[in-house]
Each structure stands twice: as structure tokens, then as C-alpha cells.
């Protein structure tokens, strides 16, 4: 979830986490055509696929350490009749500093599902940020002469604001490239309202260019609604510019869209309370991990690395707390 400050001091928040997860499920076969289309090419999409999220967190422990990231598990069938396991990771926030952490993450769950269910996992990255320096994708060990080198593919979705690349998103016919224009514009105008704004109703716009029917027209918009929020106003503004871009294309879907504009302050604060009272039961499991990591140091001949296994904190944190302990 990011924020960004409103002309009157407020917060809109936008769910970039809940929109990517609903999207993925949503629209999973584009997301891959579109950002992986060699992938898309090898699965036998006449068998279909599953959504395996209840295996997943089985294995991520350091889901409950109150960092938020978006991942999902999928089971596909291959053209060859193997079965694979997708593993699809969206990082939202850079941390260049960092950079070691998630690729280690990114290992430590691979070998966590391949180990525990014995199936071949693919592992793929999505870096939805705005630094075009972040880009980890290799994850590499070598002390005593034990060596690894764990590589995935990634995405980064700023190398699609070249011009070249943007005007083929636009042109594109692939659903997920609309929510793709979305996150890119959401990250680099955050804090921008009249642009954001702008943004938004353009590419509201194009659903009816695109000649989408009222469901998938309703469900981008969204979808949309999800990565780029706007201020109470801004949200009314639109809702009535949507009405003339209807009357224009002559496609009167306008009583969806007005009740999705009254939902969107109740589900706003739904949606709020349900998160802050997950941060808030986040930080007291974070706290209790912490602890715990801590009472380990007693152990000898515990070392941080195992100590991080265990507990599914980062090395770098646990060597930290030890040297806060010391002092």
C-alpha cells in the first residue's frame, strides 16, 4: 500500500498489494503473455491452472514479520506434460540496500516448496518500483567451497516508459497492459493529484475506445480505481467525466460506475480498518520473532544464518540484534 498527500493535507491511500493480487487471479494468462511470453507459450492452457496461495503460506515465515509483498503460487501444465509450479513475486517498494535480502527471499522459498512438495518451481519477479538501478534477479553463496547461483527471470516494469515500449502498451490488446500503464503512472505521479486524475480518466477512456462490454469495462475501472485513488472530490469529478465520455461513445454503463463511486468510501474504510488491525497483529508477531531470535543467541554455536532460518528473519537483522544485545 503506498500513500500520497492530498491538496488538503489528507491521505489517499492506493492498494497496489490488493490490486495486484486480485488482477493476477483475475487475469493471469494475459499477465503472463504480456510480461512473460516465453512462459506463456510452454503451458497448455487447455489443461488450466490453480491457484495454490494455501501452500504458500506454509513456507513463507517471514509473511508474518510486517513486510507486505504480493506473491503467488500457481500449478500450470507444460506443452510436455510436465507439471510446474509458478511462483510469482511483485515488488513494490525498492530498497537497493536490500538487494541481497530479497534475492535470498526469493531463493529461500524455491528451495523451501521444491524441497517440501518435491515439484519443479519456476520462479518469476515483477519490480514495479521507480529505481531502474534495483534490479536483483541472482541470489549467490560461496564460502568452504560449497557455491550457488540461483537466477530468475524478472520484469521491470519502468523499462516499458520508453517511447517505444509505452506506445506499444497502449496499442496492445492485452488487458494487463492497462494495469500495467496503471502502476507506472500511480508510482511516478504519486502525490500529483491533477495528474493522477488526468491520467485516470485517459485511461478510463480507453476501456470504451477498446469497445470493452460493461463487465470488464466496470471491473477495470477497478482495477484502475485500486492502484491510482484519488481525494473524495477528485473521485466525484471523475465519475461525472466518465458520464460524458459514455454519452459520447453512446455506451450508458454509467449506473455501475456511479455505485461503484458510493461503495468506494465504505469499502475505503473497511478495507482501512482490516489492514491496520493486520499491521498492527504484524508488528506484535514481528516483536514476538524478534524476541525469540534474541533468546537464541544463548545457544552456542547458533549462527545468525541459522538463526535467520529458523525464525525467517533476515541475516542482516539478526546479526543487527545481536549487536544491539552486546550493547
Known amino acids: 500500500m503506498s500513500a500520497s498527500a492530498t491538496e488538503d493535507g489528507l491521505v489517499v491511500r492506493s492498494d497496489y498489494d490488493g490490486a495486484w493480487k486480485a488482477a493476477l487471479e483475475k487475469y493471469f494468462k494475459?499477465?503472463?503473455?504480456?510480461?512473460?511470453?516465453?512462459?506463456?507459450?510452454?503451458?497448455?492452457?487447455?489443461?488450466?491452472?490453480?491457484?495454490?496461495?494455501?501452500?504458500?503460506?506454509?513456507?513463507?515465515v517471514d509473511a508474518k514479520t510486517g513486510r507486505r509483498y504480493t506473491d503467488k503460487l500457481v500449478k500450470v501444465y507444460y506443452l510436455d506434460g510436465t507439471e510446474e509450479w509458478l511462483l510469482i513475486h511483485v515488488e513494490?517498494?525498492?530498497?537497493?540496500?536490500?538487494?541481497g535480502?530479497?534475492?535470498r527471499r526469493m531463493f529461500t522459498y524455491w528451495s523451501r516448496l521444491t524441497d517440501r512438495y518435491q515439484v519443479d518451481v519456476v520462479s518469476l519477479a515483477v519490480l514495479a518500483d521507480t529505481n531502474s538501478n534495483y534490479r536483483p534477479n541472482t541470489f549467490y553463496f560461496n564460502r568452504s567451497g560449497t557455491e550457488i547461483t540461483?537466477?530468475?527471470?524478472?520484469?521491470?516494469?519502468v523499462d516499458f516508459e520508453s517511447e517505444a515500449n509505452w506506445t506499444?502498451?497502449?496499442?496492445d490488446n492485452n488487458i494487463f497492459a492497462l494495469l500495467v500503464m496503471a502502476q507506472i503512472k500511480a508510482?511516478?505521479?504519486?502525490?500529483?493529484?491533477?495528474?493522477?486524475?488526468?491520467?485516470?480518466?485517459?485511461?478510463?477512456?480507453?476501456?470504451?475506445?477498446r469497445g470493452y462490454n460493461r463487465e470488464q469495462v466496470v471491473e477495470l475501472f477497478h482495477f484502475i480505481g485500486w492502484m491510482i485513488r484519488l481525494p473524495e472530490m477528485l473521485e466525484y469529478r471523475l465519475i461525472e467525466a466518465v458520464?460524458?465520455?459514455?454519452?459520447?461513445?453512446?455506451?450508458?454503463?454509467?449506473n455501475t460506475v456511479e455505485q461503484y463511486g458510493r461503495k468506494q468510501g465504505?469499502?475505503?474504510?473497511?478495507?482501512?480498518?482490516?489492514?491496520?488491525?493486520?499491521?498492527?497483529?504484524?508488528?506484535?508477531?514481528?516483536?514476538?520473532?524478534?524476541?525469540?531470535?534474541?533468546?537464541?543467541?544463548?545457544?552456542?554455536?547458533?549462527?545468525?544464518?541459522?538463526?535467520?532460518?529458523?525464525?525467517?528473519?533476515?541475516?542482516?537483522?539478526?546479526?543487527?540484534?545481536?549487536?544491539?544485545?552486546?550493547?
Not at 458520464?243 to 454509467?254: A, D, G, L, N, S
Not at 497483529?281 to 549462527?303: D, H, P, W, Y
Request: glycine content about 6%; overall charge negative.
Open 243 to 254: 458520464k460524458r465520455v459514455e454519452e459520447e461513445f453512446k455506451m450508458p454503463y454509467i
Open 101 to 103: 535480502i530479497f534475492a
Open 187 to 209: 508510482k511516478r505521479l504519486k502525490g500529483n493529484n491533477e495528474g493522477l486524475f488526468d491520467f485516470r480518466l485517459g485511461l478510463t477512456r480507453s476501456l470504451y475506445i
Open 150 to 157: 540461483f537466477t530468475y527471470p524478472t520484469v521491470k516494469l
Open 30 to 60: 494475459e499477465f503472463l503473455q504480456l510480461l512473460f511470453p516465453e512462459i506463456h507459450s510452454e503451458v497448455d492452457w487447455k489443461k488450466g491452472y490453480e491457484f495454490l496461495d494455501g501452500e504458500l503460506e506454509k513456507i513463507t
Open 266 to 327: 465504505i469499502e475505503q474504510g473497511i478495507e482501512q480498518g482490516r489492514r491496520e488491525a493486520e499491521e498492527r497483529a504484524a508488528e506484535e508477531q514481528l516483536k514476538n520473532t524478534r524476541r525469540i531470535a534474541c533468546g537464541m543467541f544463548a545457544v552456542e554455536g547458533l549462527s545468525d544464518e541459522q538463526i535467520a532460518e529458523i525464525t525467517g528473519l533476515a541475516v542482516e537483522e539478526v546479526t543487527q540484534l545481536r549487536l544491539e544485545k552486546k550493547h
Open 168 to 171: 506499444s502498451l497502449e496499442s
Open 92 to 99: 513494490i517498494q525498492s530498497s537497493p540496500e536490500l538487494k
